[in-house]
Nanobody
Framework: QVQLVESGGGLVQAGGSLRLSCAAS????????MGWFRQAPGKERELVAH????????YYVDSVKGRFTISRDNAKNTVDLQMNSLKPEDTAVYYC????????????????WGQGTQVTVSS
């Protein structure tokens, strides 16, 4: 049974930083594209960041470019999201997700999802 377990969420003041981590249990983790989604109350879930199987190609939604960095360690089966200069509008539940079907962010339909971790940014 595949599990994605997120950690690192919490409460932070605007301008602060958090690092989210996702530990994955699937075999052949290095063949999966991975991503971080977020969903704020009353809003649709959105893809925040995406990384291809070997970590060379990344994607970020415009609102986090220059502030967030996604990275992965295929030897440890982990994918991280470093979040700097956080804003109140970054407040959401953040989900780690993985997809083996496609390596491209615009074709990212994850089969596996984590349970989510809450990030709250106070003004």
């Amino acid at each position: 049974q595949v599990q994605l377990v997120e950690s690192g969420g919490g409460l932070v003041q605007a301008g602060g930083s958090l690092r989210l981590s996702c530990a994955a249990s699937m075999r052949s983790f290095s063949t999966y594209a991975m991503g971080w989604f977020r969903q704020a109350p009353g809003k649709e879930r959105e893809l925040v960041a995406h990384i291809n199987w070997n970590g060379i190609n990344t994607y970020y939604v415009d609102s986090v470019k220059g502030r967030f960095t996604i990275s992965r360690d295929n030897a440890k089966n982990t994918v991280d999201l470093q979040m700097n200069s956080l804003k109140p509008e970054d407040t959401a539940v953040y989900y780690c997700a993985g997809d083996q079907k496609s390596d491209y962010y615009n074709d990212f339909t994850p089969r596996y999802w984590g349970q989510g971790t809450q990030v709250t940014v106070s003004s």
